[in-house]
């Protein structure tokens, strides 16, 4: 079965840089976008962006341009986001969640999503 | 960027009850819209799609309707498994969410 298993709990110091990871399996890694995506406590879910595991190619929110990046390792079938500069406001739960099979240019729903990661930004 | 906004967001019922939740989105969105819902600690999980598809093995009692910019998501007959909040996304340009619709026991 699909499954996105991501990287434990993490805590920050503002402006220190955080880096989670997100391992498919059950499905051709390759295949399907993979979108990350955070909700702070209390609040809907927000896109940040993609990256096609295939090309490597990514397309960031323009809120987090400048100040985020996804990559991926397809030997291992992980992606990872890494974001820079954290604020206080930054704290949320991420997610990674995989991109339904037609999704063009990498804009669709989300089918599959990570048991999610805490990211507390506390000084 | 697309505002999706969604009503109630809280919403009182019953087992048993037919409830419905709507999504407004600021522009046309033809019929690219999905409902999730989530439980608390939990990622959201995918009910509908494409605004009035049902995903596979989300029971039948959920059924979502709209196009253009006005949607709704309804359940049947509420069961107690259903208690949770629901958040309705647009997929025509990027990804939008809705704040969401907390779905509490009357």
């Known amino acids: 079965q699909v499954q996105l298993v991501q990287s434990g709990p993490e805590v920050k110091r503002p402006g220190a840089s955080m880096k989670v990871s997100c391992k498919g399996s059950?499905?051709?890694?390759?295949?399907?976008?993979l979108h990350w995506v955070r909700q702070a406590p209390g609040h809907g879910p927000e896109w940040m962006g993609w990256?096609?595991?295939?090309?490597?190619?990514?397309k960031y929110a323009q809120k987090f341009q400048g100040r985020v990046s996804m990559t991926r390792d397809t030997s291992i079938g992980t992606a990872y986001m890494e974001l820079s500069s954290l604020t206080k406001d930054d704290t949320a739960v991420y997610y990674c969640?995989?991109?339904?099979?037609?999704?063009?240019?990498?804009?669709?729903?989300?089918?599959?999503w990570g048991q999610g990661i805490l990211v507390t930004v506390s000084s | 960027d697309i505002q999706m906004t969604q009503s109630p967001s809280t919403l009182s019922a019953s087992v048993g009850d037919r409830v419905t939740i709507t999504c407004r989105a600021s522009?046309?969105?033809?019929?690219?819209l999905a409902w999730y819902q989530q439980k608390p600690g939990k990622a959201p999980k995918l009910l509908i799609y494409?605004?009035?598809s049902l995903e596979s093995g989300v029971p039948s009692r959920f059924s979502g309707s709209g196009s253009g910019t006005e949607f709704t998501l309804t359940i049947s007959s509420l069961q107690v498994d259903d208690f949770a909040t629901y958040y309705c996304?647009?997929?025509?340009?990027?990804?939008?969410f809705g704040q969401g619709t907390k779905l509490e026991i009357k």
């Open positions: 969640a995989r991109g339904e099979e037609y999704c063009s240019g990498g804009i669709c729903y989300l089918d599959h």
């Open positions: 059950g499905y051709t890694f390759t295949a399907y976008f």
């Open positions: 990256i096609n595991p295939h090309s490597g190619g990514t």
């Open positions: 522009q046309r969105i033809s019929g690219w």
């Open positions: 494409k605004a009035s």
């Open positions: 996304q647009q997929y025509d340009t990027n990804l939008t």
